[in-house]
Nanobody, 124 residues
Framework: QVLLVESGGESVQAGGSLRLSCVAS????????MGWFRQAPGKEREGVAH????????RYADSVKGRFTISRKNGQNVVYLQMDNLKLEDTAMYYC?????????????????WGQGTQVTVSS
């Protein structure tokens, strides 16, 4: 079992930046992908970005490309989501996720472990 704990969510004005962090409860080199998802009220959970922990490949949702960056802390199961030029539509609960699977299409069903979420609110 892997426990994930997110932090860094808060209220920010449009155009601002935030960095979310996600820490896995224990180091495991079996974790292949770590990712970020978000869910706004009344909407389905959507994939934001994922990182291949072996190859360091990344994938982003079209809506965040060029604005968000996923990265990891070397040698640890810690991932970050740097969010720049935030927009009102980025408001959501952001969830960290991890999986042992060797593939990910940035779908929620690809991931086995989930954090409790951290709220990001963007205002005008």
């Amino acid at each position: 079992q892997v426990l994930l704990v997110e932090s860094g969510g808060e209220s920010v004005q449009a155009g601002g930046s935030l960095r979310l962090s996600c820490v896995a409860s224990r180091y495991s080199d079996s974790i292949r992908f770590m990712g970020w998802f978000r869910q706004a009220p009344g909407k389905e959970r959507e994939g934001v970005a994922h990182l291949d922990m072996y190859r360091f490949d990344t994938r982003y949702a079209d809506s965040v490309k060029g604005r968000f960056t996923i990265s990891r802390k070397n040698g640890q199961n810690v991932v970050y989501l740097q969010m720049d030029n935030l927009k009102l539509e980025d408001t959501a609960m952001y969830y960290c996720a991890a999986t042992y699977k060797d593939y990910s299409d940035l779908r929620a069903t690809d991931f086995n472990f989930w954090g409790q979420g951290t709220q990001v609110t963007v205002s005008s």
